[in-house]
């Protein structure tokens, strides 16, 4: 089994889509291991994106991350990140395929519902910026 890191976004939690999106992930074979909700102040969530800092839309991400509550999530499941990027979908909506997340979910390209680790390498680290080894249950 692999571990991978999503978040639902401020605005699936907003929509009261959480225990939605919790559910889609849980048919399609994944395994929650660690979750909670939380609000991630503006230094967190730099941090957690720094690898976007240089891009133009950085800080409306940092503003739009910091807007509400998250739901950061360690999940279970073979081939979990590229499995877990296939059913969350493109992240433009629009370009999502049918039956995804944010082909269910997302408002918008950047109000897009769901983050999800983009590998293996970064999955360890992004598990390990909101979850202890502690805090990981195995089933």
Do not use: C, W
Request: aromatic fraction near 8%.
């Amino acid at each position: 089994m692999n571990r991978t890191l999503a978040i639902i976004k401020p605005d699936a939690v907003a929509a009261g889509r959480a225990g939605a999106i919790l559910t889609l992930l849980e048919d399609k074979g994944f395994k929650p291991v660690a979750l909670r909700m939380t609000r991630l102040n503006p230094a967190q969530a730099r941090a957690f994106y720094a690898v976007h800092r240089e891009r133009p839309f950085f800080e409306s991400l940092v503003s739009f991350m910091t807007s509400g509550p998250v739901v950061p999530m360690v999940l279970e499941a073979e081939g979990a990140v590229p499995l877990l990027r296939t059913v969350i979908g493109a992240t433009d909506p629009a370009e999502a395929e049918e039956g995804t997340v944010r082909a269910l979910y997302a408002e918008s390209k950047e109000r897009n519902a769901i983050h999800a680790s983009d590998s293996n390498e970064n999955a360890v680290n992004e598990i390990a910026f909101f979850f202890s080894e502690h805090d990981l249950l195995s089933l």
